[in-house]
């Protein structure tokens, strides 16, 4: 019998995702756990902090992109509405580092892709107040190459792709996939989110 079978606490966890399929596949799988006391679901954000503060519950589970909405943001707006509430940023494809979760206030990074199992015992874990980030955790700052770097630090100073191109003699092609991949290690969706998070991180002086 493990640690989590257990304990008698029993948590209560709100799922935030704009998918019904996966909204069913996390209430199946959660709802089987003799820890877990309800499961909600939100479809947006303003819905999660809606339910956040009505029920506030334990655990979040939230989408590291919901529709056109920053899972980390949200993260962020749900800790600023429920500081007790812990976050567990889970997703598909794609990813954020273990700093800039941090930074948005999640306690933890799973994918949607791992065994049941695994991802019942990371909600289980960031409930009861441990942090939860795994293979996820990479060395280094954010894992941006250099070129990445120079990239983040022009969008900062205000230059469009096209000038970021000239100034770095790369073509605008290069450039786009660039600020994709800063975008992506960020956790954000614009290079507005992505100058204020570097920013937050202490990577843009």
């Known amino acids: 019998m493990t640690d989590e079978e257990r304990s008698p606490e029993r ?103 791992w065994p049941a199992r695994r991802i019942a015992s990371a909600v289980r874990l960031v409930g009861l107040g441990k942090t939860m980030f795994d293979r996820h955790d990479q060395p280094g700052a954010l894992g941006l190459s250099d070129r990445e770097r120079a990239v983040l630090e022009l969008m900062a100073s205000g230059s469009t792709n096209p000038e970021i191109a000239g100034t770095l003699h790369l073509s605008k092609h290069t450039i786009k996939e660039h600020t994709s991949a800063v975008y992506r290690k960020l956790g954000v969706r614009n290079r507005i989110e992505a100058v204020q998070r570097a920013q937050r991180l202490g990577l843009l002086t």
Not at 13 to 41: A, Y
């Open 11 to 113: 948590l209560s966890v709100l799922v935030v995702d704009d998918h019904d399929v996966v909204h069913w596949g996390f209430r199946l799988m959660l709802t089987q756990q003799p820890w877990v006391e309800r499961c909600l679901s939100a479809h947006t954000g303003e819905e999660a902090i809606s339910l956040a503060r009505r029920y506030q519950p334990h655990v979040a589970l939230v989408d590291l992109f919901i529709g056109e909405e920053s899972g980390a943001e949200i993260c962020e707006q749900l800790r600023a509405a429920e500081p007790a509430i812990r976050v567990l940023l889970i997703s598909g494809a794609g990813e954020i580092s273990p700093q800039a979760a941090r930074a948005a206030g999640a306690s933890g990074f799973a994918y949607k892709d």
